[in-house]
């Protein structure tokens, strides 16, 4: 029975050290093109892309479909994009700032994501403290 919940946890772990990994692996790699004349817009796109094959090309190997998926409606279509807008928007200026200061600096600055998560959490009331 602990075995189990261990493998579980085991591979929530190994995917977080694995995010966590890439980001540090992404800043160190867009310093090294950006000293050498890199646009920002340039590894942003290649960066887009070579996720995207990572994440969809062995994707109908793992999952498998076992129920029907809701209509997808506009207004999730709206949601996506707007959440990726967001994503590009975050990686250009967090890339900008990266040009002007170290990578270190953006992975220090990575590890308050989620402080500031929680304090959003507090300000739009997803939690509540009851004394």
Excluded: E, Q, W
Excluded at 54 to 79: A, E, G, Q
């Amino acid at each position: 029975m602990s075995g189990r919940f261990c493998r579980k946890d085991g591979g929530i772990m190994t995917a977080m050290v694995a995010v966590v990994i890439a980001d540090v692996g992404m800043t160190t790699l867009f310093k090294a093109g950006s000293s050498k004349g890199m646009s920002s817009y340039v590894f942003l796109v290649y960066s887009y892309g070579i996720g995207a094959l990572l994440l969809f090309l062995p994707s109908p190997f793992i999952t498998h479909r076992s129920r029907s998926l809701p209509p997808l409606k506009f207004s999730v279509l709206c949601k996506m994009g707007l959440f990726g807008l967001l994503g590009c928007v975050y990686l250009m200026l967090g890339y900008t700032g990266i040009k002007y200061s170290s990578p270190t600096l953006a992975s220090a600055m990575s590890n308050l994501t989620p402080a500031f998560t929680f304090l959003f959490a507090l300000l739009f009331g997803y939690f509540l403290f009851k004394p």
